[in-house]
């Protein structure tokens, strides 16, 4: 099913004065079904040599966009891979947020529709079907799918063949749909090798143009 992420609120920056809370990432809820797990292992390989108190530091240039209701429940609308990764080295670590909404509910099918209206939802699982239903969304980091498109954005963008766009809810998820409609070669989270050439040359594609991010004019596709 081709994905539809339209309307969407930006998600709003933490300022020099925003309010910073530090919080244990395992009480953290997502707001997505599943994360690239290239992703999460490259992160998961920066953060294995460092001490707590330096991912600490690192994180709180980082800071979590978070919904919280009424009963201290909270949500997390962003950082997914990266707070996957730690949590999997760390299961007692903790990160550093700050508060973009704060409801005064504390049913969570409220505040799950809350989300959905802002556009900070992503209800696709790791096979690109969906859209599922919103209660249906995993509790925890842990359990979140792997979707192999999510991981090969993932790499493109970290060569540079995709800008990044941070106020965009699920700017990688929108790539990795685009490209599930195009054809590529079998390949994994594990193995994105085969899909990588072909892939390349599709994002920077005329094609592309309309995505968020396209590079296609720039030196990083010529």
């Known amino acids: 099913m081709a ?16 309010e910073l809370i530090e919080i244990p990432i395992a009480s953290l809820q997502p707001t997505q079904w599943c994360v690239g797990l290239a992703e999460v292992w490259a992160r998961q390989e920066d953060f294995a040599s460092e001490t707590r108190q330096q991912r600490l530091d690192y994180l709180k240039g980082k800071p979590v966009p978070l919904v919280r209701n009424a009963a201290g429940e909270v949500w997390m609308v962003d950082r997914h891979h990266r ?15 700050y508060v973009i909404a704060e409801l005064h509910c504390s049913d969570r099918s409220e505040v799950l529709r809350f989300l959905e209206q802002q556009g900070w939802l992503y209800l696709i699982d790791g096979r690109g079907a969906g859209p599922r239903q919103p209660m249906e969304l995993p509790r925890t980091l842990l359990d979140l799918e792997d979707d192999p498109y999510r991981s090969l954005v993932w790499k493109l963008k970290k060569e540079g063949f995709i800008k990044p766009q941070p106020q965009i809810p699920y700017h990688e998820f929108r790539w990795g749909a685009w490209l599930r409609r195009r ?12 899909a990588l050439a072909p892939a390349r040359r599709l994002v920077c594609s005329q094609a592309a143009s309309t995505m968020a991010g396209w590079k296609g004019d720039k030196k990083a596709c010529r």
Request: hydrophobic share 30%; aromatic share 6%.
């Open 3 to 18: 994905l539809d992420l339209s309307g969407y609120q930006p998600i709003p920056e933490a300022g020099r004065k925003t």
């Open 83 to 97: 707070l996957r990764g730690l949590l999997g080295l760390d299961p007692q670590s903790t990160t550093w947020g």
């Open 183 to 194: 054809p590529l070669p079998p390949f994994s989270s594990r193995q994105l090798q085969p």
